[in-house]
């Protein structure tokens, strides 16, 4: 199984300069292509088909999040939680504000599982969420308030956003990283 090499924006092929953030599958490889979060800047024959040996991401991935045009790395925070889901309720998807037009458009952080059970303030278990939203599941799961989630929330570090589509940053495997 042969392993492409991802570099940030900006990779010289001509140069070999560039900055390696990780390294993929060929089959990931294609699919990261096929969705325009990166383009070939290596190609090798194996066998009869030309596949990556090297990716350029599309856009520049700074720390661990690209977030559209603006590149920022971010610690934990609520806020933090709120820019991770574009301050939108998780619940109802309304657009959510710490100065709102109307009360129930409150920004609020939401326990999944909720604090009072056990519910830890982390990347996984906190959405953002409306006022409304947030006092109507009150202390339930999603499932028991039968208010699903609009979508996942994910760790920032080992996942990144490109324009709206969240991408897995895959762990870099000892026997990849021996052939890099
Ligand atoms: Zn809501």
Redesign the pocket.
Known sequence: MSVVKVFNKGYDPATGIGELLHTTSVRHAFGMIRRGVADPVELTLAGERIVPTALELTRELSGAWVEGDACRSVGFSFRAVHERDHWS?A??G?SVSKRPQCAALLATVDHIVPASRGGESSWLNLVS??R??NGRKADQTPEEAGMPLRYAPYDPATAYRVGGHVEEIPVMSEAALSRV
């Open positions: 309720c619940y109802c309304r969420a409306c409304e939203c």
